[in-house]
């Protein structure tokens, strides 16, 4: 038993790769999405406090840094599956859990376990800094989406992850940090050169005015 074997690892998330079983021209590793994920919230939580939001940023950061880390049991599981019902996103969430939690007693000295399974437990609530980690891994997703369509990846899985991962965002659309983000950053990801005969422009302008009519 030994904070040794937690810092040993976080080594071991770089090995895991998300998406696993389908051709990639880029890897991306649970470690690399972590940290990607707490830069964007990092940004989106700028926006939010210049809009006259509190951000607990300890808790923002926290929250993002921790948010996968229990793949490191489970490995990662591709969005389409793991969302595909209800129950079954539930029935992932209990095993993570539960393994985590049995990592923590076994591994953390007495005195650190309450403080680590409050880290490491799911992140994305109610509170603004669990808003904000929910769009910044979505948002996270729908760049390394669009890295693959944009590369020409013929595996329609990865039209599927960005329309599901701008679905997510779209929910959050009261959020000024969406909105910035709508306006601001994803026209300027369309704008970038990918494959002609592609209709990412086109489901992505219509999934956001079904949102704005809703």
């Known amino acids: 038993m030994g904070i040794h074997h937690y810092f ?64 490191l ?51 994305k609530d109610d509170t603004l800094e669990g808003r904000i980690l929910a769009v910044a891994d979505k948002i996270d997703l729908l760049y390394e989406s669009f890295g693959e369509i944009q590369k020409e990846n013929p595996e329609p899985l990865f039209m599927e992850i960005y329309e599901e991962a701008l679905s997510t965002i779209l929910l959050f659309k009261d959020m000024t940090c969406v909105q910035y983000f709508l306006d601001e950053i994803l026209p300027e990801m369309l704008r970038e050169r990918f494959i002609e005969q592609s209709e990412l422009t086109a489901i992505t302008e219509r999934m956001i005015e079904e949102s704005r009519n809703q």
């Open 73 to 123: 049991f489970t490995g990662d599981i591709k969005t389409p599956v793991k969302y595909a019902s209800k129950e079954l996103k539930r029935l992932f969430n209990e095993v993570e859990e539960e393994m985590t939690r049995k990592f923590v007693e076994k591994e953390f000295p007495p005195e650190f376990q309450k403080i680590y399974l409050g880290r490491f437990k799911e992140g």
């Open 8 to 71: 040993k690892s976080l080594s071991d998330l770089e090995k895991i790769y998300r998406c696993p079983g389908k051709f990639k021209f880029q890897e991306h590793s649970v470690a690399s999405h972590s940290f990607k994920v707490t830069k964007i919230a990092q940004f989106l939580g700028t926006v939010e406090e210049m809009d006259g939001q509190t951000v607990d940023w300890r808790l923002l950061y926290e929250k993002a840094l921790n948010h996968d880390y229990a793949e």
